[in-house]
């Protein structure tokens, strides 16, 4: 195997940094880790949703956004209810504090990873389209199809 065109190496090492990093801003700013906020983020995204979509849609297990809902119901930014339709299902959905909190660290975020997007040198529309387009990929097809990628690399 070549090693030095090892695109899942790379991408593996990215997305972990990438995490690690907002984990320390997210912890250091905004007294949340960076999986919790992951999680406030998609319920949001969701709306009134179950656990398990909430795990689907992260791609986690259920036991895992269990622990991870419960600690956030504690802290008052999500509400988990006994779901209307039945069974041992509980909704869940932000609070009016989860949603601030999303609302203000995700800017946060966003803005310091565009940031660093844009020091490295590389043009943020095109690494996002690029991501957006190896993310529908990964979705298979029929999926909705990314944006045109600009032609500056």
Not at 22 to 44: K, W
Not at 123 to 151: C, K, Q, S, V
Request: glycine letters at 8%.
């Amino acid at each position: 195997m070549n090693h030095s065109k090892n695109l899942g190496l790379e991408l593996h090492t990215l997305v972990s940094r990438l995490e690690r990093a907002g984990d320390q801003i997210l912890r250091s700013e905004h007294n949340v880790s960076y999986r919790r906020f992951m999680v406030l983020v998609m319920a949001g995204e969701l709306g009134a949703s179950t656990q398990r979509a909430l795990a689907d849609s992260l791609a986690v297990t259920e036991p895992s956004v269990s622990r991870m809902v419960a600690a956030l119901a504690d802290t008052g930014l999500l509400t988990v209810v006994p779901d209307p339709a039945g069974g041992n299902r509980r909704q869940i959905a932000l609070t009016d504090a989860g949603r601030a909190l999303v609302d203000r660290a995700g800017t946060e975020l966003i803005q310091r990873l565009t940031e660093l997007v844009e020091s490295s040198g590389v043009p943020f529309d095109a690494y996002f389209a690029h991501t957006r387009r190896l993310n529908a990929a990964l979705e298979g097809p029929g999926a909705r199809p990314a944006r045109d990628i600009p032609h500056d690399r």
